[in-house]
């Protein structure tokens, strides 16, 4: 019960905190809309506690999200030949979509590792920027990528099996 009520009191200090930032930064991104994207929820559970450098931690966690697919991206287009699950998927997409997915990537890293840079220059008004920025791209750009590609993996490795696609 004890643990319930420090999530709780984490959580009510998460959204009062982040209030703040976003009123400070004018941040123009909700709360609401970074936490169904990017699991802002989960990430300070998970490390159990708020940073007083919020605004940092929040890009931290974006970044991850992108690296995380990033990570998975590369295996796409230079696949482990020891990972029969990379070797695979590698051979799901032609020359012409593997450019895409690289152009993909490139993008991510591009956005990814200007978070670097504001770090090192510490501009709280480009933290905000970033991001709003972060939300905007994966709505615009990489969730609609990343859906069409995965449906086509999804059908691939369904074919490659015997379980019948879900309606």
Not at 38 to 66: H, M, N, P, Q, W
Request: hydrophobic letters at 40%; one cysteine or more; glycine letters at 2%.
């Amino acid at each position: 019960m004890t643990i319930v009520m420090k999530q709780d009191e984490l959580m009510q200090r998460l959204d009062k905190d982040f209030e703040a930032m976003r009123n400070d930064l004018k941040i123009k991104s909700s709360f609401e809309e970074l936490d169904k994207v990017f699991f802002l929820r989960d990430y300070f559970l998970k490390e159990g506690y708020i940073s007083v450098k919020l605004s940092r931690a929040v890009c931290r966690r974006i970044v991850d999200f992108y690296m995380g697919w990033v990570g998975y991206l590369h295996g796409v287009i230079l696949p482990n030949p020891s990972s029969m699950i990379n070797v695979t998927e590698h051979n799901m997409f032609d020359d012409k979509e593997k450019d895409d997915i690289l152009n993909l990537m490139n993008t991510i890293l591009a956005h990814s590792s200007r978070n670097t840079l504001i770090g090192l220059i510490m501009d709280r008004k480009d933290e905000a920027k970033f991001i709003d920025e972060s939300l905007r791209l994966w709505k615009e750009d990489v969730q609609p990528k990343m859906v069409a590609m995965m449906v086509k993996v999804n059908k691939a490795w369904v074919d490659k099996s015997n379980e019948k696609p879900s309606s």
